[in-house]
Nanobody
Framework: QVQIVESGGGLVQPGGSLRLSCVAQ?????????????LSWYRQAPGNQRELVAT??????????DSTKGRFTISRDNPYNAKSTVYLQMDNLQPEDTAVYYC????????WGQGTQVTVSS
């Protein structure tokens, strides 16, 4: 079992930046360290399917969707085996980036946070 909590969403003007954070913490009875989990950011805009934004499997091993490559940066730290934090630095935000952003942890299961709203509007 992994608990996930996102933060950092908000309202920003086009061209602006936001940094999302996600704390993923495994339960005390889990035997898997958090650095075994792939951590990802997804987003879902109204009327659209949830789409992958970026994913990271270990420090430095990241992949991005075509729409966010070059503007978004995903990173993570592993200060403890039980907890890992993943960040999404979003630069040059555009109105089409408006969505609810979800953090996901995947290894022995698929775990989701509650989402954080990002709105890009002038």
């Amino acid at each position: 079992q992994v608990q996930i909590v996102e933060s950092g969403g908000g309202l920003v003007q086009p061209g602006g930046s936001l940094r999302l954070s996600c704390v993923a913490q495994r339960s005390a009875d889990s035997i898997y360290p958090m650095d075994w989990f792939r951590l990802s950011w997804y987003r879902q805009a109204p009327g659209n399917q949830r789409e992958l934004v970026a994913t990271i499997t270990s420090p430095g091993s990241a992949n991005y969707s075509d729409s966010t490559k070059g503007r978004f940066t995903i990173s993570r730290d592993n200060p403890y085996n039980a907890k890992s934090t993943v960040y999404l630095q979003m630069d040059n935000l555009q109105p089409e980036d408006t969505a609810v952003y979800y953090c996901n942890a995947q290894f022995n299961g698929d775990y989701w946070g509650q989402g954080t709203q990002v709105t890009v509007s002038s």
